[in-house]
């Protein structure tokens, strides 16, 4: 049974060798994003800088996470043509890049045939996954942990299939 999750920081903290991420959403409407991503729209500007404001936090708890060994990986399946949102994702993404992560995308078309979950997921060594619940419109919904190792199972299976046929970040040109 899903419990309401705990801070995120907390779960990438128990994570002791893989945290991966699995984003299947065309757009989201995060609440903390929403100033940048309007100023990206009018003015083709995106916040780049690692130690932002935005990104500080961030960039830093991926440094720590992957200096403890961890491996943090970053998948997004995307629609094409790609949405402002994942033009805007893609811009950014250089500084997941930078904090250490590794990030792929992969064509919604080339995911046909890769059983996916309903939900996008963090999931923490093939083990622990927090799933994460949006809105139709894309707004955060909240988040669940769950630690079923069917759902686990479902999820690492999904996330190395959609990474194996996937394109590095530095190699996906948006269209």
């Not at 919604?108 to 139709?136: C, K, Q, V």
């Amino acid at each position: 049974m899903p419990l309401s999750a705990p801070p995120f920081p907390d779960l990438i903290g128990t994570a002791q060798h893989t945290a991966v991420h699995l984003e299947m959403r065309d757009a989201y409407g995060v609440t903390n994003e929403a100033d940048d991503f309007a100023r990206w729209r009018e003015t083709g500007v995106r916040d780049v800088d690692p130690q932002s404001e935005a990104w500080g936090p961030w960039t830093d708890l991926i440094k720590a996470t992957i200096g403890r060994g961890v491996t943090v990986r970053r998948a997004r399946i995307v629609s094409e043509p790609v949405s402002d949102y994942i033009r805007y994702e893609h811009e950014g993404a250089v500084v997941n890049v930078a904090a250490g992560e590794q990030v792929r995308w992969l064509p919604r078309r080339r995911a046909s045939g890769i059983a996916l979950p309903g939900n996008d997921f963090w999931l923490f060594d093939g083990r622990l996954i927090r799933w994460n619940h949006f809105t139709g419109a894309g707004l955060f919904a909240g988040a669940e942990v769950s630690e079923d190792p069917a759902e686990a199972k479902l999820c690492a299976e999904a996330f190395e299939a959609v990474w194996d046929l996937a394109i590095p970040h530095d190699q996906y040109e948006i269209n």
